[in-house]
């Protein structure tokens, strides 16, 4: 079972940015790829940005495209999320999750295991 714990979420005001990161435990964190969701109060969870299990294929939410920026350290067992010139609207709690394949998807039913989330509040 690998355990997910994500960190770097905070109060940030519009046109900041900030790096969130995912750290997975086990050994065998490669061998699969990885995605980061979000949920804002009274909305469904929706994707945002998934890597493979190499980090050489990622994909994006379109509301990411261009602002944010997916990334992995296999050696390090962590996922980070680059988000730049955030907007109000991307305020929600950010969660990553494991995928049991290598390749990404960008459906929540594809990932197998959550992380517990981590608050991202941008003000205007």
């Known amino acids: 079972q690998v355990q997910l714990v994500e960190s770097g979420g905070g109060l940030v005001q519009a046109g900041g940015s900030l790096r969130l990161s995912c750290a997975a435990s086990?050994?065998?964190?490669?061998?699969?790829?990885m995605g980061w969701f979000r949920q804002a109060p009274g909305k469904e969870r929706e994707f945002v940005a998934a890597?493979?299990?190499?980090?050489?294929?990622?994909r994006y939410a379109d509301s990411a495209k261009g602002r944010f920026t997916i990334s992995r350290h296999n050696a390090m067992n962590t996922m980070y999320l680059q988000m730049n010139s955030l907007k109000p609207e991307d305020t929600a709690v950010y969660y990553c999750?494991?995928?049991?394949?290598?390749?990404?998807?960008?459906?929540?039913?594809?990932?197998?295991?959550w992380g517990q989330g981590t608050q991202v509040t941008v003000s205007s």
């Open positions: 890597i493979s299990s190499s980090g050489g294929a990622t």
């Open positions: 086990g050994r065998t964190f490669s061998n699969y790829a």
């Open positions: 999750a494991k995928r049991r394949f290598l390749s990404v998807a960008a459906t929540a039913g594809e990932y197998d295991q």
